[in-house]
């Protein structure tokens, strides 16, 4: 409606300017009041709770607050990594939950051998990885791939690194918000 008012009135301007050009004025029609739509009530729900087995969920909630990382992303990445598996160990020697490399426990000093101090050990490893990093992508793709690696390459190192960072973040994504 207001886009025609504006035609009609360019059009009488117009009119008005040039006086040599004949126009016909007819009445102009009054708009009819705008129609008001109430926004729907959004309803607040509590967050979701977030999929973690019942039996791990004490050590993610644990490590979420002593990382101050959001546990969405914790189960994320422990999902992607080992499908929440404790007992996995992967080619490369990484073990548990969140796969780490022994060298990883050693250096936290914690038994990644034992699930919840694995979650702990984790948890930290990722957040050393966004304190040096800044960037989810970053901190992602060298939790995945080691620091270094990222470092040298500028970003992730390999075409596999990549689809581990757009895998954890989509399914972060598809689950923000839980606790």
Known sequence: ???????AVGAFAGATIVPSTKVTRTPVA???????????????RPPARCPFP???RPAFEDAAR?????????????????????DVVSESGARGVLQLMPTTGQMLALDIDEPRANVLAGARYLRQMFDRFRSSDMALAAYN???T???????SPSAGVVAYVVKVTALWRSVAGCR
Do not use: H
């Open 149 to 155: 690696a990222v470092e040298r390459a500028g970003g």
């Open 54 to 56: 019942t039996a791990l």
């Open 30 to 44: 009054v708009a009819a009041p705008p129609v008001v739509v109430a926004a729907p009530q959004l309803v607040s």
């Open 66 to 86: 002593d990382s101050n990382l959001p546990p969405a992303l914790l189960y994320a990445v422990a999902k992607i990594e080992s499908n929440l598996r404790p």
């Open 145 to 147: 791939a080691g620091p």
């Open 1 to 7: 409606m207001a886009a025609l008012a504006l035609v």
